[in-house]
């Protein structure tokens, strides 16, 4: 008898040991729950986090553009009673009125990790009697950088866009036959074609961002795209990416620009993430509960074998709170000891599946991280179910009445 | 053999008992009916009485595993009426010990370990003190040799000698045994009686056995017999008294 164990725990022990087949049938039960729900959770927040950088790569997670020029009809005077299509006016490049104080205002909220101003507008990219129509970006790099990671993304030269440089896709690149170092002409849709270097080439893994997106300097485009001193939008990056809405909402109320958060742009692909977090819970949740009732079942078996011994102890001095706890241990030591296999089952799922699911280049189809903390979670998770599914067998067991129970 | 004249302090006291079933109901039966029993120190009494005589249902309220519809109950001097569950039954372990038909060990456990249980559940951590006691409590009953063996392993006589040392174990002043050898054969039988009376003669220990055999019954110091919830005898047993005296 292991005297550094008081008496609900010594009993609890006893208790599971000499039920051992059934013991180490729940705990393979609860083991293999928690396996599913680590390996499905770790699988799933890597399949999204992935998903989200590669949607977040190239584009800030909220824009601020112009309000958009809207046909009014015509006030004053009497009303005339005629049949008119009103249509749409046709949207041309404006700048972000006062954009230096939006920006000051927008780096104030707590919630904003960066803010950068940009210019963009269309043009063509040329070499020899090669073109292409491109988007023309104009940035500043420190602040942009901070948002869209475009250095990490340069697979020649270097992120470098000063008055004569251009970073463009590998695409585009390939399109014109240029190289790091080559010269290219850029021109806006209308406007004066202005000669740059190419000081780097990016890859965002997007054959459509690869091949349309060029980057260079703000006053470039600025001057390119005729907005001197302007800037076509207003882009930043906050907190909590899942946030975004909430801070466009606060935004547009103080500002009365119009305000685009990646939640609203990428609608479907938000839905479709909700969707595969609510079906990832529901899947934990009916785990979890056919964990909690294999542990419960097992008891009330468990309780209604013992109840001559429960009886008896119960004769013996025992107080219906220790006949309570005597089981609940028993249901939190199966929910742990469940858990800690089913967590290094889990991790061992997760290797199996980085083993299995590369790219045809060898390299890993997506990173699955599996942090300490859902192992963490998922003991505690497991080890509270135990507690709680032991509940009802264990007060059943703590109000039997002795003398019934001895008699049978 | 404990001197009945001279223990006069009552480890139990009855007065008044009724204990009814259903009450308030159409099928409400009273099982006793106006129990007066008082047992003293180091007594040695047998309560008989035929099947539905209410033997049980005394014993469970004696026991204080159940709750008399009405009257009064005093372990120890202590009256019980008021007591709620937890007092109760740490009164219960401290003042009563239980030997019934099945020695009801706890499979789990060694001979030892199931005799250390009462004082376990009462003081909540083992200690060597506990030990100590329990080892003594299985020389006492002869066990000592089978301290390690579980329960299982021990046959039917030994397991009721553990089950005595285990009732002795938080040296309560009454043992309430149910017919302690009504699981036995005649050889064991005589065995474990032998030895509750040896307890009582050395401990001073009172013991209240139900039983439905009379030879049993013959060999205890006082008959108590219950016929229709009521006690209509309630006598010394002369037969063993004169034998003492002879003796």
Not at chain 1, 188 to 209: W, Y
Not at chain 1, 220 to 245: H, K, T, W, Y
Not at chain 1, 296 to 317: C, D, F, N, T, Y
């Amino acid at each position: 008898m292991n005297r550094y164990l008081p008496f609900e725990w010594i009993a609890a022990t006893r208790f599971m040991r000499n039920g051992l087949m059934q013991t180490l049938l729940i705990i393979s039960g609860v083991a293999l729950g928690v396996s599913v729900i680590v390996f499905m959770s770790a699988l799933l927040t890597g399949l999204q986090s992935n998903l989200f950088r590669r949607t977040l790569d190239y584009q800030a997670q909220i824009v601020i553009i112009p309000p958009e020029d809207v046909a009014r009809p015509l006030r004053g005077g009497e009303p005339v009673a005629e049949a008119a299509i009103l249509q749409p006016r046709s949207q041309r490049l404006r700048s972000v009125d006062q954009w230096q104080k939006v920006r000051d205002l927008i780096r104030r909220m707590p919630e904003v990790v960066a803010v950068t101003p940009v210019v963009s507008g269309p043009g063509f990219a040329a070499r020899g009697d090669a073109s292409r129509a491109v988007n023309i970006t104009g940035i500043e790099p420190d602040s942009y950088l901070r948002i869209i990671a475009l250095r990490d993304k340069i697979v020649a030269g270097h992120m470098s866009v000063s008055n004569a440089e251009i970073v463009i896709g590998i695409e585009l690149a390939s399109d014109l036959g240029v190289k790091v170092g080559d010269k290219l002409s850029l021109s806006p849709a209308s406007g004066a074609m202005q000669t740059l270097i190419v000081s780097g080439i990016f890859d965002f893994g997007n054959k459509g961002i690869n091949g349309r997106n060029v980057y260079v300097a703000l006053r470039v485009a600025q001057s390119m795209l005729d907005l001197a001193g302007g800037v076509s939008s207003i882009e930043l990056n906050v907190r909590d990416p899942f946030l975004a809405e909430t801070t466009a909402q606060q935004i547009t109320t103080q500002t009365n620009l119009q305000v685009d958060s990646w939640i609203t742009t990428n609608a479907q692909f938000f839905t479709a993430m909700s969707a595969q977090t609510l079906s990832n819970n529901f899947i934990r949740f009916f785990v979890g509960l056919t964990a909690a009732l294999g542990i419960a079942s097992v008891l009330v078996v468990s309780v209604v074998q013992k109840s001559k011994e429960i009886g008896i102890l119960r004769a013996m001095g025992t107080t219906q709170q220790q006949i309570l706890r005597v089981f609940l241990i028993q249901g939190g030591v199966m929910g742990l000891i469940g858990s800690l296999f089913g967590s290094a089952l889990g991790a061992v799922f997760l290797s199996f599946w980085r083993g299995v699911a590369k790219n045809p280049d060898g390299t890993q189809m997506f990173a699955i991280t599996a942090e300490p903390r859902l192992f963490v979670i998922a003991t505690i998770g497991a080890t509270l179910i135990g507690v709680l599914s032991a509940a009802a067998p264990a007060r059943r067991a703590a109000r039997l009445d002795p003398a019934v129970a001895i008699r049978g | 053999m404990a001197d009945i004249a001279s223990a006069v302090k009552p480890v139990l006291q009855l007065v008044n008992i009724h204990k009814s079933y259903g009450t308030g109901t159409r099928v409400e039966q009273e099982v006793l009916r106006g129990i007066d029993l008082v047992l003293r120190k180091g007594e040695f009494a047998a309560l008989i009485g035929p099947s539905g005589s209410g033997k049980s249902t005394l014993l469970n309220l004696i026991g204080l595993l159940d709750r008399a519809s009405s009257g009064q109950l005093f372990i120890d001097g202590e009256k019980t009426g008021a007591l709620d569950d937890t007092s109760l039954t740490r009164l219960r372990g401290r003042s009563i010990g239980f030997v019934f038909q099945h020695s009801y060990l706890l499979e789990e456990f060694t001979a030892l370990e199931n005799v250390m249980m009462p004082l376990l559940a009462t003081h909540g951590w083992p200690s060597e003190a506990m030990r100590t006691t329990a080892l003594e409590l299985l020389g006492r009953v002869g066990l000592e040799r089978w301290k390690d063996h579980m329960a299982t392993e021990l046959s039917g006589g030994q397991q009721q000698r553990v089950a005595i040392a285990r009732a002795l174990a938080m040296k309560p002043s009454m043992i309430l045994a149910d017919e302690p050898t009504g699981n036995l054969d005649t050889r064991s039988a005589d065995g474990v009686f032998d030895l509750l009376r040896e307890v009582n003669a050395r401990l001073g220990t009172s013991f209240l056995i139900v039983t439905h055999d009379t030879r049993l019954a013959r060999r205890c110091d006082r008959i108590i017999e219950l016929v229709d919830g009521r006690i209509v005898s309630d006598q010394p047993n002369l037969q063993v008294v004169r034998h003492e005296a002879v003796e």
